[in-house]
């Protein structure tokens, strides 16, 4: 009998012997199947497997690790049909199925103690953090925070039903406490953005009144969740009575949520059965805003879509509320009083100290022009600076990775990620962002990846693209507000380093499968092709200099960097 067991440290054992699954893509394989519980279908495997890679024969492929997953845990472990595969209940058992089932069993209960009996056997299947254990960004911003929102919405009931039956002192203010947030990164990199956060919200340094709803936003991988959680649990102790976090799944590999069902994921979280949840938006909003009516609550809604899908989660009163987006949030600005914080690339002495961080004091010590280097070529990016330091532990020096990355090919497996999580793939994290972009923009996007190095004019860019200065002047915008390309000066825009490589792979695969053409040499403005030369000899320029090795910069960095 095979036992899966995710509330707590992840464990799989075969007749109570443990059962070894290798890291990497048969884990995610065999998560997915756990956490649904029932058939899933191939398309939703291979996109769990193989984000942002569309590959031939998806499903033989996907046939291929099932497989390799049947050997591991028996030719029967695993059924098949035409809605896909699942893990067969026949022959395996997990605490997740047996929870849910006590769950549904409790609401069934006709009388309160047999409810409050089930509930407790629920609660002993939890060990700690579901699929501990089991590294994956993935689950711990997809599956995690639900599963956690299941338990708390038993452990909720389980309290009220205690009480009710006398088995519990009354609540005072501040003992029923909900503290949701996600763990910080242990490799934070401070930046000067977090003194600016501090200053919005305590309205200190001329920043005006405190801000009640602050939005950091910026490009994909720029470092906005990572920053949003530093600040929260920097804060945690002003707002006791509780503290949410829900991911909305803006960008990702999943549909974004609903705002109505947003409002009912927050509303489970703090105990409200579902059959106490109203239908409609409109309602459950009110519904939220009065359970916390009279609290001090921090709540940080991450991956945000856009304006109208936060909206409705805003509560009143003296709460906090930081929201991380891809997205400018222009609406939620205006409408809401939100205040905005965009954040760029790591300055030159902060990214170092990342990198310092990710691979180590020593490394950057012993390798001081290329850790210099790194950071030129990822142009302070921190996912790929942090992707990038995290091979070089692997690749056996921060050289390797370097001298890798200034091959084209070679940086497309390098950020194509290797553990099949799509959150620690730089290129599928774009991806997600490209897909949003509308036929127009994401062909403006493509050429600006193919042809521009440096600052592009607004008519640069219509000459580039083919397309009249009107409509270009509102693509450019469209991804200004993505955060795709940047607008330091009036009409006129840049991409980022990492962002145009990635524009430039698509522009790629795009050509292979018959796509854009490139414009004749004629209908580029000379101007253009003069920046785009200036622009080459400043990254060269900088790249040359880097690696001469600017031990200063690296040694300085370091300094700040806690021994491990």
Known sequence: MLRFEILGPWRVSSAGEPVAVPPGR????????????RWVAADVLAARLWPDRARPNERAHVHTYVARLRRLLGSDSIETSSDGYRIATTVSGADLWEFRD???????????????ALLRQASMLWRGTPFAGLRSQWLDREVVPRLEYERLAAVERRTDLERRLGLLAPVTAGSAAIRQLPPAAASFTSRPELERLHALVTGARGAGCPARVVALVGAPGIGKTTLALHFAHAVAHAYPDMQLYLNLR??????????SAAVAALLRGLGVRSGLIPTGTATRAALLRRTLAGRRVLMLLDNVRDAGQVRPLLPGGDSLIVVTSRDSLAGLAVQDGARRLTLGPLARHDALALVAS?????G????PAAAARLVEMCAGHPLALAIAAERAQRAGGLA???RAMADERARLDLFGGEDGDPYNELWATLAWSYRALDPDAAHMFRVLGSHASGEVTLADAAALAGLPK?????VLESLAAAHLVRQRRPRRYEMHTVIRWYARERARLRLRQGGDVPPPRGAVDHDVQRAAVRSERRVGA???QARQGDRRAALAAVRHVPQT
Do not use: C, N
Not at 27 to 35: G, N, S
Not at 250 to 259: I, R, S, T, V
Not at 358 to 362: E, K, L, Q, S
């Open 470 to 474: 009107s409509r270009t002047g509102a």
């Open 400 to 402: 390797r990775v370097a």
């Open 542 to 544: 900088g790249v040359a």
């Open 250 to 259: 803006g960008h990702g590999p999943d549909a974004p949520l609903a705002p």
């Open 26 to 37: 048969l884990r995610v394989l065999l998560a997915v199947l756990i956490a649904s519980g």
């Open 358 to 362: 990710a691979y180590g004091r020593d």
């Open 102 to 116: 006590l769950r549904r069993r409790s609401g069934e209960a006709g009388r309160i103690e047999d409810e409050l």
């Open 364 to 367: 950057v010590v012993a390798e």
